[in-house]
């Protein structure tokens, strides 16, 4: 089983708080992703990071932000939530340079805000 | 990136093969094919992967065709606890400067396998 972690794993939240929603690998990985999913619908790639200082938009656009100051953690915040950030993030690892790109996933964190 | 289609949902019965086939037709010469399950709740999980011809591992087989353009997975006598979501995916091998891998999940096709 891969070594990725997420908390919380569920959070409720009123509108207009900051959260910040963690993610940690103890596996080495340099690439790393946050995918964010509703239910009964497809993920969809929100943010990703090749490494310690990188960071980059991905395919859907999301106010959230990220930061990858050190390799095994990739937090993700929202400066102030709202409804339409209701949804499942989903944080991902791979591992750099490896023949193909298998990525390994957290449980998720489901979040809801009121 | 390359797309893929596949079924959105399938049923099945305890102890019969499925195979769920996936198209993508403009798959690149860099891209392998890859499958995730993921059940209600929680993050995909890798199955398998394959570049050509065919791949075994413990769970499934992945058959791939000379063209490429599409692929299969075989789930050799499903159970109660195959009933999930799976996704193929096509995604960009690193380059050479390692900034590659980005992958696209597709709507996936739910599995329901009954007893």
């Known amino acids: 089983e891969a070594d990725i972690y997420q908390t919380p794993r569920y959070l409720v939240i009123g509108t207009g708080k900051k959260i910040t929603l963690e993610c940690s690998q103890t596996m080495g990985h340099d690439k790393m992703y946050w995918y964010q999913q509703d239910p009964g619908m497809e993920l969809h790639l929100i943010h990703y990071?090749?490494?310690?200082?990188?960071?980059e938009k991905g395919d859907l656009s999301s106010e959230s932000t990220v930061s990858r100051i050190r390799t095994e953690h990739f937090p993700l915040t929202l400066e102030s939530a709202r409804p339409s950030h209701t949804s499942q993030y989903l944080c991902a690892s791979s591992e750099q340079g490896a023949v193909s790109d298998t990525q390994y996933f957290g449980p998720g964190t489901r979040l809801t805000v009121l | 990136l390359a797309k893929t289609t596949q079924p959105i949902s399938m049923d099945s019965y305890e102890g019969q093969e499925v195979n769920i086939t996936c198209s993508h037709n403009?798959?690149?010469?860099?891209?392998?094919i890859t499958w995730y399950q993921q059940f209600p709740s929680q993050g995909p999980r890798f199955i398998i992967q394959g570049y050509k011809t065919k791949v075994t591992n413990e769970v499934a087989s992945l058959f791939i065709p000379a063209d490429r353009k599409s692929s299969t997975l075989s789930l050799p006598r499903v159970s109660l606890s195959d009933t999930a979501v799976y996704y193929c995916?096509?995604?960009?091998?690193?380059?050479?400067?390692?900034?590659?891998?980005?992958?696209?999940f597709g709507q996936g096709t739910e599995l329901s396998v009954k007893p």
């Open positions: 990071s090749y490494g310690v200082n990188s960071t």
């Open positions: 403009n798959i690149a010469t860099n891209d392998y």
């Open positions: 995916l096509v995604g960009d091998a690193p380059s050479n400067d390692n900034q590659g891998g980005k992958l696209i």
